[in-house]
């Protein structure tokens, strides 16, 4: 039987509440298969630090280097504020120890009737589709900070193997579609000598390993406005720096209507190669959304379970390399956003605009799986 063992990490605010019920989407999936995945749950990030003094401990950074996959909710939030170490140092930290270097986020719309919750007009956003890799591992997340009270110093640094690696990630995945996905490397060559580096590799890297796969540089400023402007001229891949990534990846939720939506898979290798391989023959990966722990909606059941469920859906495909069963969960979802309840009002939380709450969609989402997967 297929499965695995699997650490859970919630973390803070709306973690815990989205992250409980994707397990009840991960229940059905072992209820439809007869695979079992071995849970373990853990602390980290405001929680960890109420109870250890710290955001991670020793002990959960060893654990998520010997599980096949780390399920996270999110850390973070205004009661523990940003002197360190604060909530998300956790989360970096088991970035950095598991070595997941490339941070899978794609941007796409989870349902046909998603497009109208985009502020951008219709024929604009339609058919937007591309997935963005960032670097997980380095650039000005890491290094020897300098924190002093007058002055402070964030060190940007790559060297050729964490360029390499992940752009390898991105050639792979543009080689999963026929015709290959064009890829673009995204950065700021124009300024910075962190990313002149990152240029020069990126191009070798793909002149030599995926001759066949088409790439472009782009800037990251002008991508920011291209987003808005012309966002389906980037379907395929896009690769970029860890601070990019970042702020480019949130931008992801602003096209497509809401941070609710959106999951992601930081991985320690690209899939369909035996880079970063796991127990069960997967991708070694953590899982979690793009979104933050919400502290503004917290505690009130109106967190959007979505982007939750589909970053389990992610884990099943890389760390399990269960895709019937991923694809099912991305169904069910897309049914649920494009369907109506019994009293005639849609199935959605208030970023969308509904009046559900968490559990009246997460039970909508189990219902389509169930009957997806036959169970
Ligand atoms: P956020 O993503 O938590 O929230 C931004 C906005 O989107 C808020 O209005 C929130 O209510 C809304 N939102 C986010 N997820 C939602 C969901 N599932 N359903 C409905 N609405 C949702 O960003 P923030 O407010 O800037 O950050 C809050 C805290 O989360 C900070 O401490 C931040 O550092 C942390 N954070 C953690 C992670 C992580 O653990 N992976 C990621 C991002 C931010
Ligand atoms: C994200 C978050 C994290 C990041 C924080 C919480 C450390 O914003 O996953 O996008 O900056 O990487
Ligand atoms: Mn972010």
């Known amino acids: 039987a297929k ?175 026929d015709p290959p996905l064009p890829v673009w490397s995204v950065d700021k060559a124009n300024v910075l000598a962190n990313s002149r580096v990152w240029r020069r590799i990126v191009t070798e890297i793909f002149e030599k390993e995926f001759p066949n796969v088409k790439l472009q540089h782009q800037l990251a400023d002008s991508l920011a406005m291209l987003f808005i402007t012309k966002p389906t001229a980037f379907n395929g891949v896009i690769v970029t720096d860890n601070t990019f990534g970042d702020i480019l990846s949130d931008e992801s939720g602003g096209l497509t209507g809401s941070l609710g939506l959106l999951p992601s898979a930081s991985l320690a290798g690209a899939p369909g190669t035996d880079l970063g391989r796991n127990s069960v023959g997967g991708v070694i990966g953590l899982y979690e959304p793009v979104h933050g722990s919400a502290p503004d909606i ?14 389990l859906a992610m884990m099943l495909r890389y760390s399990f390399n269960m895709h019937h069963e991923a694809d099912s969960i991305e169904e069910a979802v897309a049914k649920v956003l494009d369907s109506k309840a019994d009293g005639g009002l849609e199935i959605r939380t208030g970023d969308l605009g509904g009046k559900a709450t968490t559990k009246d969609m997460s039970e909508a989402i189990q219902a389509e799986v169930k009957q997806l997967l036959k169970v």
């Open 298 to 311: 917290s505690g009130k059941g109106l967190a959007n379970p979505v982007a939750q469920v589909l970053s």
């Open 3 to 177: 499965g695995g063992r699997i650490l859970v990490l919630p973390g803070d605010h709306i973690g815990p509440e989205v992250v409980t019920e994707a397990l009840k989407v991960l229940d059905i999936v072992e209820q439809a298969t007869g695979a079992k995945f071995e849970r373990e749950f853990d602390l980290c990030g405001g929680c960890a630090l109420d109870k250890h003094k710290d955001s991670v401990t020793e002990e959960v950074l060893k654990k998520s280097t010997e599980v096949d996959a780390v399920f996270f909710g999110s850390a973070g939030g205004p009661e523990w504020g940003t002197v360190q170490p604060n909530p998300e140092s956790g989360l970096l930290r088991i970035r950095k120890r598991m070595q997941i270097f490339a941070n899978l986020r794609p941007c796409k719309f989870a349902s046909k009737t998603m497009v109208e919750r985009s502020p951008i007009k219709r024929e604009v956003i339609e058919g937007v589709d591309f997935m963005l890799i960032r670097e997980n591992c380095g650039g000005a997340y890491y290094g020897n900070k300098v924190e002093e009270a007058d002055y402070a110093c964030d060190p940007w640094e790559y060297s050729r193997p964490e360029i390499e690696r992940v752009a390898r990630v991105a050639g792979a995945l543009a080689l999963q579609h």
